[in-house]
């Protein structure tokens, strides 16, 4: 397909969305009190590392991803080993709140040894019926935080609420 193309599929593809009134953007004013929610205590529980309450939030069947490797784990046992275990170098992480795909998400920076906080993943969490149905950790932070316009560090001293 030809530049030309694509744009003028780009072109059309927004029109129709416009005329339909579908937006592909959600916004905090678009979540229900429920969904603000679980996203509220899903922030807590991962800034405070605490593994019981997030496995908490998820789906019995929920999936666990780390784009681009090929890691994928289902169910409260193997996502709960996973974060004991390997997974426990998030500990200290900080998020901070973003979208994508019309879903929410969060940048997650890890703590350095200078009390900085170092890019490391964009999450994507899928809900439903209350619940995490999948939780995505996308890893290309060069790539990914520059289109989200998303800072690749935070300074030391960041808090350990919710980062707007």
Not at 9 to 28: C, M, N, P
């Amino acid at each position: 397909m030809t530049t030309a193309a694509v744009n003028s599929a780009i072109q059309r593809a927004r029109a129709t969305l416009t005329k339909r009134s579908v937006s592909l953007e959600t916004s905090e004013e678009d979540l229900s009190q429920d969904e603000s929610d679980l996203l509220n205590r899903y922030v807590d529980a991962f800034h405070s590392y605490d593994v019981d309450a997030l496995v908490s939030l998820l789906r019995e069947d929920a999936t666990m991803s780390m784009p681009p490797f090929a890691f994928w784990l289902q169910g409260h046992e193997s996502i709960k080993g996973w974060l004991l275990g390997r997974g426990s170098g998030c500990r200290g992480s900080r998020l901070l709140r973003t979208e994508a795909s019309g879903m929410p998400a969060f940048a997650q920076y890890r703590l350095q040894t200078d009390g900085s906080f170092a890019a490391w993943g964009l999450i994507v969490l899928e809900r439903e019926g209350g619940s995490i149905a999948a939780w995505n950790t996308f890893l290309d932070v060069e790539k990914l935080f520059p289109l989200f316009g998303l800072p690749m560090t935070l300074p030391p001293g960041t808090g350990s609420g919710p980062i707007q």
